[in-house]
C-alpha cells in the first residue's frame, strides 16, 4: 500500500455517507442541511451566471466579494480588514485550511492542533512536514487548560490551529480560553490559524468573538470563513482568509498553485449574501436552535443523554450516559446498519487517546428527517 494512505485515510464522512447511502439509512453523520440555502443568493448566482463573466476571475476573488468580507466582519465582529491586501478568496474553508498550512507550515515546524479536531488538519499539517503537538479536550466540559497549552507550545511551535465554534462538540470557546491560547501564540511567536467557519451559527443570544481581535493576534492570525456555511449552501465551497498583509502574502502563493480562483457566479451571490441584516441571521439561527431542540427533545424522551450545543449544526450523544456499554465506532456501524440512521464517532477527530464515548449527530434537517430520525434512534436503545 502507497505508504502516503495512512496519512490521508478516507474520511470518516465519505465512509458514513456512503455506508448512509448503501443502506438506505437516513443521514444524521456529514453536516449539511436537507433544504436549500436562501432563494435571493442562489438567485444571485443564477443572475452572475447569465449576465457576469464566466472567465477566470481575479486571482485573490472578486473585488465585490473581497469588499463585502470586510465590511462583514466590520458590522457583525468590530474586525477593521483593508479588502485589497488582507482578505483572500478560496475554493471553500478547506481549500483556505490547505494553502493556510502549506504557506506556513515547513519540515519540522510544530503544529498544536487541539483534539478533537475537523478532519483536515491532521493530514494536512503531516504532508506539509509539520510534527503536531496535540492538546486533548475532553467532555463534557471540553475546555481548554493552561497545562495542557504549557505542553504543547514550545520555540519549535510555528502555528497553532483553532476551531471556534468547535466541530464536532458544539461549543464555544470562552474569551479566557482564547485569551489564554494568544498569549501562548504570543509568547511563542506563532501564527494561529483560526477557523471560524461556524462563526454564525450559534444559539441562544450567544456572540461569537474572533481570536483575531485579541491582544497581540491581529499581524498573527489567519482568520477562515465559510460561504457555504453562512448560507447553508455546503456544495458552493466559497471561502476566505483573512491576514495582515505580510500573512496574506504567503497565503495567496499557495492559493495560486491549489486552485488560483473560484467560481465567479458564486462568488458574486455569496458577497450579496453578505449584506444581508442583522435579521437574517438572527432568524437563521433560531431556526437551526427549533431543530436542535426538536432533536434533543425527542431523544431524550428516548432516553438518550445528550451533551448540549452552542453552535454549528451539531448535537451529541453520550453513549456511557445513555447506558450503551460500547464504544462509538461499534455504535455508530450498528445503528447505520439495523436501526438506518447514520451519526459520526467523534473519536474520529482524534489523533491519539480518543473519546471513544460520544456520537455526533446533524440537526440541520426539515422536522420530519428529524422526527424519522427520533423515532429509528428510539429503537436503537
Ligand atoms: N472547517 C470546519 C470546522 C468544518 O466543519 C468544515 C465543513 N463543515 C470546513 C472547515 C469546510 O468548509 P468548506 O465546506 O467551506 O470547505
Ligand atoms: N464539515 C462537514 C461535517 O463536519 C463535512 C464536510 C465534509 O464532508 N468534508 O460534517
Same mark, same amino acid.
Request: charged share 20%.
Given at each position: 500500500?502507497? #505508504?502516503?494512505?495512512?496519512? /490521508? ?17 437516513? $443521514? ?7 433544504? $436549500?440555502?436562501?432563494? +435571493?443568493?442562489?438567485? !444571485? ?16 476573488? &472578486? ?49 498544536? &492542533? ?7 488538519? @491532521?493530514? &494536512? ?13 475532553? #467532555?463534557?466540559?471540553?475546555? &481548554? ?12 511551535? =510555528?502555528?497553532?490551529?483553532? $476551531?471556534?465554534? @468547535?466541530?464536532?462538540?458544539?461549543? %464555544? ?21 483560526? +477557523? ?20 497581540? %493576534? ?15 449552501? =455546503? ?28 467560481? #465567479? $457566479? ?10 444581508? +441584516? ?5 432568524? %437563521? ?22 451533551? #448540549?450545543? !452552542? ?9 456511557? !450516559? ?54 429509528? /434512534?428510539?429503537?436503537?436503545?
Amino acid at each position: 500500500m502507497n #505508504p502516503l494512505y495512512a496519512q /490521508m485515510p478516507t474520511t470518516i464522512f465519505e465512509k458514513m455517507s456512503g455506508l448512509a447511502r448503501e443502506t438506505g439509512a437516513i $443521514n444524521l453523520g456529514q453536516g449539511f442541511p436537507d433544504s $436549500n440555502g436562501p432563494a +435571493d443568493v442562489i438567485e !444571485a448566482a443564477q443572475r452572475a451566471l447569465v449576465e457576469q463573466s464566466n472567465q477566470y476571475p481575479p486571482m485573490a476573488g &472578486l473585488h465585490v466579494l473581497r469588499q463585502a468580507v470586510a465590511d462583514h466582519y466590520r458590522r457583525h465582529q468590530g474586525i477593521d480588514l483593508d479588502w485589497q491586501s488582507e482578505v483572500t478568496v478560496t475554493s471553500g474553508a478547506t481549500e483556505a485550511l490547505a494553502a493556510a498550512i502549506l504557506a506556513l507550515v515547513t519540515p519540522g515546524n510544530e503544529v498544536v &492542533l487541539i483534539q478533537p479536531m475537523y478532519d483536515a488538519y @491532521l493530514p &494536512l499539517v503531516l504532508r506539509a512536514g509539520g510534527v503536531p503537538k496535540l492538546v486533548r479536550l475532553e #467532555p463534557p466540559e471540553w475546555r &481548554l487548560t493552561e497545562e495542557a497549552l504549557a505542553a504543547a507550545f514550545s520555540d519549535r511551535t =510555528t502555528v497553532a490551529i483553532l $476551531n471556534n465554534p @468547535l466541530n464536532p462538540t458544539a461549543t %464555544m470557546f470562552a474569551d479566557t480560553e482564547l485569551a489564554l491560547l494568544a498569549r501562548f501564540a504570543v509568547k511563542h511567536d506563532a501564527v494561529v490559524i483560526s +477557523d471560524e467557519v461556524w462563526e454564525h451559527v450559534v444559539f441562544d443570544g450567544r456572540a461569537h468573538n474572533p481570536i483575531m481581535a485579541f491582544p497581540g %493576534m491581529r499581524e498573527r492570525t489567519v482568520k477562515i470563513g465559510s460561504g457555504g456555511k453562512i448560507f447553508s449552501l =455546503t456544495g458552493w465551497k466559497v471561502g476566505w482568509m483573512c491576514a495582515a498583509p505580510e500573512l496574506t502574502h504567503a497565503l495567496a502563493r499557495a492559493h495560486q498553485y491549489l486552485t488560483f480562483t473560484t467560481p #465567479p $457566479n458564486l462568488q458574486a451571490a455569496v458577497a450579496h449574501g453578505l449584506g444581508k +441584516d442583522d435579521a437574517y441571521f438572527t432568524a %437563521m439561527c433560531a431556526d437551526f436552535a427549533r431543530s436542535r431542540d426538536r432533536l434533543a427533545a425527542g431523544l431524550e424522551a428516548a432516553g438518550w443523554a445528550m451533551l #448540549p450545543s !452552542a453552535g454549528t449544526y451539531f448535537l451529541s450523544i453520550d453513549l456511557a !450516559a445513555s447506558g450503551i456499554p460500547i464504544d462509538d465506532v461499534s455504535f455508530c456501524g450498528r445503528l447505520v446498519r439495523e436501526a438506518g440512521v447514520a451519526a459520526i464517532p467523534v473519536s474520529a477527530f482524534y489523533a491519539e487517546a480518543p473519546v471513544t464515548s460520544v456520537v455526533r449527530l446533524c440537526f440541520a434537517k426539515i422536522d420530519a428527517t428529524i422526527d424519522a430520525g427520533i423515532e429509528r /434512534m428510539a429503537r436503537a436503545r
